[in-house]
């Protein structure tokens, strides 16, 4: 099946690519990016006794779920906590996942959400996990509203029961047992966090101002997020609690790929897509940057269809306008600037006491949005500290201490090569000077190693537009119903599917994995049915 | 099940919910159908960050008996349009076929930004005796030689957020090619690092950017204290002599106390020196050291087993869909064994840190250099392991990816 490859660059190299290795078969189904959907998607199928082939164009699994190594510290690259995971009594979707599939990781325990501070508004203090230990908690910084927080954190239970309830009976989803069962879940979906919380619920502004520090975590303020996904976040987050990996992410995705080939499936690194062929509409294989050409049915792409629609369907005539309005459509979610810090203090030396802080020069209504329009340090800031989850995640005497600001899409559309590395330096010195003032602590002259990472690293390394690390942003027509009622009418080239942060599933970890399942068990069922 | 909630109204909720889809289509139906283009910001990733970089010879310079400077511009003719900024102590990843064998070497950059920016790169390479690929360059390489190679990469760089402004720079032989373009880009920035070279040669005839760095010694002697250490010195050697001791830096350097060490050089030079910086008692932070490509000799490496020296193994290597089999010395990483049986593996660093090459040990016995293990914890978990930085103890059975 391979094409005779393309000579390229600038020296001849006829000769030696004569004889190059080439992907020879051809697969049942392509997974295109070796990310968290990707290789959910590539056990289940591989598990059902299909035959995938994972092609991923970085030497390494995971997207953004991975690690780095500076001097001797290895650094997480991405996850701060992992909200679905659950403990073995109460396991959680990607528990049950991972179980379902055979991986196994080891991880630490999250006792708590965050510390919050607020200083402009005299906020100081942290917030548990478990909907209990939460509600004592605010209830300790604004006393008196237990009960209303208990009716909400009801209802944010109702949403998250009846969106398992959704995703397990997608095919025929009977909305008269919806509306029965789920009635506020159904009420709730068309509108924003803000019109349910504060239409349906007597909270003060203190409240809402603690209640909505959690936006952070969906990259998308509560004046324009989907409720429904607010809801099952919060209440997954305090049913099902918070966990990191022991070993940085790197960990969790070498499990999945290892686990992949085990089960008889193969990953090709390296190995970038350029082409996706499309035949009448339907996907007929792929053609890879190193000169391989495969056949394929179906396609599982783990990247955007920005991406897809715009660089890869071969030829271009075969993408239709309604794919390219879907794009244009869309809202491209928040970056991140990360400063990767990797200090010779202990972090009980450094003075640090809990593993996450939000810091925010205040969350007061008309200033809690407002954000950068250039490259500057937005209000809103988070220091997380590996080593308080992790005592050993670095050497005895070190720490890791990672600080993050988000940006929107565009922010830094307009930076030229010449200044970036003195612009990112700049910021990165603003928000240590902001984190040593607001905490107290001491970090400049701990400083072994630093990595500071931009919109445009993260462009770099995924491949996403914008360097987006939250896929489409899951305002009300875009969030995870709506997305998920027009799933088939959107798939415009058949048998072309998208999984991970970028799918129909929204974004974060969890629902990476989950939406990678959940295709790759559609995809079971077609192939069975033809046999 | 919670009591009911009603946002707007019994009725609007529901309504609001059926027209979800249609008000969804009505979205996508406003949006414009024209295929988005490349913006300001794809570009400047592209260029940022290019997967290759098309170079062409503009200039070639003597530098010593043995050292050339190679000035390479873009070959825009081949896609490269315009040149990838990088950081002072940088190198590129250069690819080379030499006698049919695929193969890349690393090569700081010894120009600066700012140069990058007019559209030129310096690259400074000196002539290694029997160097396969040092000999190649001395060969082949003049005016209008097309040359291919990574965007610029390493982390050998002065970093303000945690580097002291006084800088004690320590270079040996071709290491003192960063720390040229650290200087020079400290100058042109004009701004308030100071900088105390000691670069060990063998001889003056030995001294790469000898008028150079003089040069620049002379006028800006407020930023500069430049030491030439001789080991095997003529006779009219008027500096000082030796090897760089611990004293000696201590001595030249006018104290050590807040300053930040910049080391770069061959690994003998390393082996010595990491003995006398103990010495000194600097923190681990106010040292960055370059891993400067592979160890010639693995000897150099503590714990290195004698007796493999002399052996040859056989490696069993899966790529893409094909199996090959090849020899690997015992004394050898396995990516030079790959690479010299022609299967053109990735690399880049050469030094264990990067982990391009990041590859599969199936089954058997590997030797990794403990100065330069750069494996994450996962990867020693499940067996991968970096060939740059690995030799073989026995037989081999590794699967690889191509090189990108």
């Known amino acids: ?14 000769t030696t690519k004569k004889n190059e290795p080439h992907l020879r078969s051809d697969y049942d189904v392509v997974i295109i990016g070796g990310g968290n959907g990707g290789l959910t998607a590539g056990c289940k199928l591989a598990a059902s006794g299909i035959k995938p082939i994972i092609l991923e164009k970085n030497n390494l699994p995971g997207g953004y779920a991975s690690s780095f190594i500076r001097g001797r510290f290895e650094f997480e690259a991405a996850l701060h906590a992992m909200a679905d995971l659950g403990s073995i009594e109460n396991p959680g979707s990607v528990r049950k996942l991972f179980d379902e599939i055979g991986v196994k990781t080891d991880w630490a325990f999250l006792p708590d959400v965050y510390h919050l501070i607020i200083p402009e508004d005299g906020m100081d203090g942290v917030l548990s996990t478990g909907v209990d230990e939460y509600i004592e908690g605010v209830n300790s910084l604004v006393p008196g509203y237990k009960e209303e927080l208990y009716r909400y954190f009801a209802l944010c239970n109702e949403v998250m029961e009846a969106l398992n309830y959704t995703e397990a009976h997608m095919d025929n989803l009977n909305k008269i047992y919806l509306l029965k069962h789920f009635p506020n879940f159904v009420r709730t979906i068309p509108y924003t966090v803000e019109e349910v919380t504060e239409k349906c619920f007597k909270f003060p502004e203190e409240i809402l101002n603690i209640l909505y520090a959690y936006w952070g975590y969906l990259g998308v303020p509560t004046t324009t997020l989907n409720f429904t996904l607010w809801a099952a976040m919060l209440a997954m987050f305090h049913d099902k609690k918070a966990y990191v990996p022991k070993n940085r992410s790197h960990d969790i995705s070498m499990s999945l790929a290892e686990r992949f080939i085990e089960l008889g499936g193969r990953i090709e690194y390296n190995t970038p897509v350029d082409k996706i062929l499309v035949s009448n509409g339907a996907v007929t294989g792929v053609e890879t940057s190193q000169g391989d050409t495969i056949m394929t049915k179906h396609i599982i792409a783990n990247l955007s269809p920005h991406a897809a629609y715009n660089k890869l369907v071969y030829p271009q005539s075969e993408v239709p306008e309604k794919a390219r309005q879907l794009c244009n459509s869309r809202e491209v979610g928040i970056s991140l600037l990360s400063v990767f810090l990797g200090l010779d203090v202990s972090y009980e030396e450094l003075g640090i006491t809990d593993y996450e802080f939000f810091i925010a020069d205040t969350m007061k209504r008309d200033k809690r949005y407002i954000f950068p329009t250039k490259p500057e340090v937005p209000q809103r800031m988070i220091v997380c500290c590996l080593n308080v989850a992790v005592p050993e995640a670095s050497p005895p005497g070190t720490c890791i201490l990672n600080l993050s600001v988000t940006y929107e899409a565009g922010v830094w559309d307009n930076v030229k090569q010449e200044e970036y590395v003195s612009l990112k330096q700049d910021l990165a010195d603003k928000m240590i000077d902001k984190a040593e003032k607001v905490l107290g602590i001491s970090i ?69 994995y989950v939406s990678g399942g959940i295709v790759a068990d559609g995809i079971v069922k077609k192939l069975r049915k033809k046999v | 099940m919670s009591k009911k909630i009603i946002v707007k109204s019994k009725i609007r909720d529901l309504i609001a919910f059926t027209k979800l889809v249609s008000l969804r289509r009505k979205k996508i139906m406003k949006a414009s159908p024209e295929k988005s283009e490349e913006d300001s910001f794809d570009k400047v990733v592209r260029t940022m960050h290019p997967k290759r970089m ?26 490269t349009k315009q040149l990838a900024t990088f950081r002072p102590g940088q190198y590129l990843n250069i690819q080379f076929v030499i006698e049919d064998i695929k193969i890349s070497r690393n090569y700081s950059l010894s120009s600066t930004p700012k140069d990058a920016s007019n559209g030129l790169y310096m690259v400074t390479v000196r002539k290694k005796e029997k160097g396969f690929v040092t000999s190649h360059i001395f060969k082949t390489w003049k005016k209008g030689t097309l040359v291919e190679s990574s965007g610029p990469m390493g982390n050998f760089v002065y970093e303000p957020l945690r580097d002291k402004q006084n800088i004690i720079a320590i270079a040996g032989g071709c290491g003192i090619t960063p720390i040229f373009s650290l200087l020079k880009d400290s100058i042109e920035k004009q701004d308030n690092r100071f900088f105390t070279i000691l670069y060990g040669v063998k001889n003056s005839k030995d001294i790469i950017f000898k008028d150079e760095l003089s040069e620049i010694a002379e006028k800006f002697k407020t930023k500069v204290n430049l030491n030439f250490v001789a080991s095997e010195p003529e006779e009219q050697w008027k500096g000082p002599i030796g090897f760089i001791t611990a004293e000696l830096i201590e001595k030249l350097s006018n104290g050590i106390q807040d300053k930040s060490f910049f080391i770069c050089g061959p690994q003998a030079m390393y082996t010595f020196l990491d003995k006398e910086i103990e010495k000194l008692s600097i923190p681990h932070r106010l040292v960055r050291k370059e891993l400067f490509g592979e160890v010639n000799d693995p000897l150099d490496i503590p714990g290195f087993p004698l007796s493999n020296v002399d052996k040859i193994f056989t490696v069993k290597v899966h790529i893409a869909d094909e199996i090959r089999e090849v020899q690997a010395l015992g004394k050898e990483t396995v990516l030079i064994s790959l690479e010299k049986a022609g299967l053109a593996p990735p690399s880049r660093c050469r030094s264990g840190e990067c982990g391009f090459c990041r590859s599969k040990l199936i089954t058997g016995e590997i030797f990794v250099s403990n100065i330069n293990d750069g494996r994450r914890i996962a990867d020693k978990k499940f067996n991968w392991f970096h060939p740059c930085s690995s030799y073989p103890l026995s037989d081999l059975e590794i699967r690889i990816s191509r090189a990108l």
């Open chain 1, 1 to 14: 099946m391979a094409r005779p490859p393309t000579i390229k660059g600038g020296i001849d190299l006829k």
């Open chain 1, 444 to 512: 400049r002259n701990h400083i072994e190693e630093i990595e500071i990472a931009t919109p445009m690293t993260m462009a770099y390394y995924a491949g996403h537009t914008k360097g987006a690390v939250y896929g489409y942003k899951t305002t009300v027509w875009d969030s995870l119903i709506p997305r998920n009622l027009c799933i088939e009418e959107e798939q415009y080239i058949h048998n072309l599917e998208f999984v991970g942060g970028f799918s129909f599933r929204g974004m974060g970890y969890c629902s990476s």
């Open chain 2, 54 to 79: 098309f170079l062409k010879i503009a200039e070639v310079k003597d530098q010593t008996e043995s050292t050339k400077t190679f000035t390479l511009v873009p070959d825009i003719a081949k896609g």
